[in-house]
């Protein structure tokens, strides 16, 4: 079997399930390095959709494919394009050509080229495409996807962890979350059965409400507190104000989450040959700690950088405008500095301060601030101690600060990794 997406949240579950079940698998990735040592058993291969890849050499002997392929949230249009459509039927056409036997699309439940979500009008159209084509083949339409590694599912366990868990317009959107397990086991079984249908929703037994799904979340993880209710008008706002920063946020998501992401399951159910895991087990002793470790990161990991940004920013600002800079001036003396140069000083430092706050903003930017941070503590701290030591015997501590600080930003700094072991 030939996969996209394998490193992906669901495609990365269906390696595991592939390789357990003593499939050959073939995957297409971005780092070859980083899936031979996670997956030593399977056949890599370097590239990603939007890459040239001679899909006729690595399709040879290949009997089904199964695209995973995906990207959910505020990405162009023109990367969705890349990822849903161009990708995806190029490897479905090549496969044609080659004689593979079946392929496996896993789109999203509600998927369709005339919905105005980019998300589901992308999945549709190379769902479309790929019914058109000369080829046996089904297409999975997931609703929501229960998983530690999700995304999604990491972002309700947080809004459940909070004392006052917001209701989107109420929360009284229809859900019928799926559990990932399921979700494989029904895709393995389609992969190979001899006459699977040409599509699926892949749902869970029942529908409930978003409010009772987040109740759910909330008892599970022995979170406390009630339930606010956030007006559509408020929504809307918030959204116009916040949605390109956060996908959950954005107008596509309010718009799929107001649609409701239900279906009847019996069909789901025939495929895997039982019902599929309720929500009410999805939670359990095995998962809970880290689903709840997950959920706070959610509300941790952007608090800290907003306090990383706040202290940055500010301080750059008090020590150019606020400070008295006689003050400041007699202080850089002490360290040997004087005229000119000690004004150079001051006010270059509150300005890099300043520029290292603002570049905690961009996500392209994080890394290299966080390092950048670290670096000039360090070397104040330094600096201080030898011209300045008696700061270490001041009673608030001002120095001794900087050592918990300093683990503060590396904490950051590992949370927002580019590896996406931490990712939104």
């Known amino acids: 079997m030939l996969l996209t997406g394998s490193t992906g949240m669901i495609g990365s579950a269906l390696v ?3 390789l357990r079940d003593g499939h050959e698998v073939v995957l297409l990735v971005r780092d070859p390095a980083a899936a031979e040592a996670r997956w030593p058993a399977a056949h890599i291969v370097r590239g990603s959709f939007g890459d040239d890849i001679a899909w006729a050499d690595h399709l040879q002997g290949v009997h089904v494919v199964i695209n995973a392929a995906g990207r959910f949230g505020t990405q162009a249009s023109q990367t ?3 990822v849903h459509v161009k990708g995806p039927v ?3 056409r090549a496969a044609v050509a080659a004689g593979v036997e079946r392929i496996v699309q896993i789109s999203a439940l509600g998927a369709d080229a005339a919905r105005p979500e980019p998300h589901l009008s992308t999945k549709g159209r190379a769902d479309a495409e790929l019914v058109a084509l000369p080829i046996r083949s089904t297409i999975v339409r997931p609703s929501l996807v229960f998983s530690v590694d999700s995304p999604s599912t990491r972002w309700f366990a947080a809004l459940a962890l909070l004392p006052l868990t917001p209701l989107p317009a109420g929360g009284e959107q229809e859900v019928q979350p799926v559990h990932v397990e399921d979700l494989c086991d029904a895709i393995v079984r389609i992969a190979t059965l001899p006459d699977p249908p040409s599509e699926l929703d892949a749902v869970g037994p029942r529908a409930l409400t978003l409010r009772a799904y987040l109740a759910q979340f909330k008892e599970k993880l022995n979170g406390w507190g009630g339930f606010i209710v956030v007006p559509a008008w408020l929504l809307r706002t918030m959204s116009a104000l916040f949605g ?10 309010l718009s799929m989450l107001a649609s409701g992401s239900s279906a009847p399951a019996e069909g789901f159910a025939k495929v895997l040959g039982r019902a599929p895991r309720d929500v009410s087990t999805f939670v359990h002793a095995g998962n809970r700690s880290a689903l709840r470790r997950e959920a706070m990161l959610e509300w941790l990991r952007p608090l800290l950088r907003a306090t990383l940004v706040a202290l940055w920013v500010v301080t750059g600002l008090v020590s150019a405008f606020v400070y008295p800079r006689e003050a400041s001036l007699e ?12 004004d150079i000083a001051l006010y270059g430092a509150a300005a890099l301060d300043v520029v290292l706050g603002v570049m905690l903003l961009f996500p392209a930017w994080r890394r290299l601030s966080y390092t950048a941070q670290l670096l000039l503590i360090t070397f104040y701290t330094l600096v201080i101690t030898w011209c300045l030591p008696e700061y270490w015997a001041h009673p608030y501590g001002p120095i001794l600060k900087n050592l918990p600080l300093l683990a ?15 990712r939104r």
């Open 16 to 18: 595991e399930r592939l």
């Open 80 to 82: 969705l394009d890349a």
């Open 90 to 92: 190029e490897l479905f």
């Open 408 to 422: 503060a930003i590396a904490l950051a700094r590992e949370l927002d990794a580019p590896d996406g072991r931490h």
């Open 244 to 253: 390109w920063a956060s996908p959950w946020l954005s107008p596509a998501s």
């Open 331 to 342: 202080l850089l003396a002490r360290t040997g500095l004087h005229g000119f140069v000690a």
